[in-house]
């Protein structure tokens, strides 16, 4: 009898050994995790669609908890690292073209469009930063961007821009910039590397 409880006493150790070393692994909705691989920025007409690395553009690493997020929060449930850029478009400064996605009905000026630049580790040490360029995104090397808030962003599909001719339907490819809906207001835009490495956009008006 002593021994049996003495049995059952290890095992029960070994279960709650267990079930701590899960919990102390699983991620925190409340931290903030950065990229280890890159950091991230906006660009637009507003930046003059700059792909270096500067200051005033790049995005902050944030917790899927930063209150900024919560109307997109339950899209960001699966999201690895999320970064966040502030930007107020200025509907009296004409980009002097426009964003058109016709088939979802979207015609609107150029300083509505957004994008996210990934940046690299400078390990030539070139750049004064420490950081370069590496991709734009959305774009053809990158793929297209899940969107987490389709009310106050539209993302073009994800296709090549051959299969966007061929389609004809105005809904753009994946060289195409998303566009913020909401006017001149001054928006959160979130780019996040969701778990299973896809990519996603979305857009909190302030």
């Given at each position: 009898?002593?021994?049996?409880?003495?049995?059952?006493?290890?095992?029960?150790?070994?279960?709650?050994?267990?079930?701590?070393?899960?919990?102390?692994?699983?991620?925190?909705r409340s931290t903030a995790a950065s990229d280890p691989d890159y950091t991230y920025r906006?660009?637009?007409?507003?930046?003059?669609?700059?792909?270096?690395?500067?200051?005033?553009?790049?995005?902050?690493?944030?917790?899927?908890?930063?209150?900024?997020?919560?109307?997109?929060?339950?899209?960001?449930?699966?999201?690895?690292?999320?970064?966040?850029?502030?930007?107020?478009?200025?509907?009296?400064?004409?980009?002097?073209?426009?964003?058109?996605?016709?088939?979802?009905?979207?015609?609107?000026?150029?300083?509505?469009?957004?994008?996210?630049?990934?940046?690299?580790?400078?390990?030539?040490?070139?750049?004064?930063?420490?950081?370069?360029?590496?991709?734009?995104?959305?774009?053809?090397?990158?793929?297209?961007?899940?969107?987490?808030?389709?009310?106050?962003?539209?993302?073009?599909?994800?296709?090549?821009?051959?299969?966007?001719?061929?389609?004809?339907?105005?809904?753009?490819?994946?060289?195409?910039?998303?566009?913020?809906?909401?006017?001149?207001?001054?928006?959160?835009?979130?780019?996040?590397?969701?778990?299973?490495?896809?990519?996603?956009?979305?857009?909190?008006?302030?």
């Amino acid at each position: 009898m002593k021994r049996m409880n003495v049995v059952l006493l290890l095992t029960l150790f070994a279960a709650a050994a267990v079930i701590a070393v899960g919990c102390g692994s699983a991620p925190s909705r409340s931290t903030a995790a950065s990229d280890p691989d890159y950091t991230y920025r906006i660009t637009g007409q507003f930046a003059s669609w700059g792909s270096n690395y500067d200051q005033k553009f790049m995005m902050e690493s944030v917790s899927a908890s930063d209150s900024r997020l919560r109307p997109i929060s339950a899209a960001l449930r699966d999201a690895m690292y999320i970064y966040l850029g502030e930007y107020t478009p200025n509907p009296n400064v004409s980009a002097n073209w426009n964003v058109k996605y016709l088939g979802a009905g979207i015609d609107l000026d150029g300083v509505y469009a957004v994008k996210v630049i990934r940046l690299e580790r400078d390990l030539e040490g070139i750049e004064p930063s420490g950081w370069m360029h590496n991709m734009w995104i959305p774009s053809t090397e990158a793929g297209g961007v899940r969107n987490l808030s389709p009310d106050t962003l539209y993302t073009p599909l994800s296709r090549s821009d051959e299969e966007a001719a061929a389609a004809g339907d105005g809904l753009g490819s994946n060289n195409d910039n998303p566009v913020l809906l909401k006017g001149p207001a001054t928006y959160y835009v979130v780019f996040a590397v969701m778990n299973d490495r896809s990519r996603a956009m979305g857009a909190v008006v302030k």
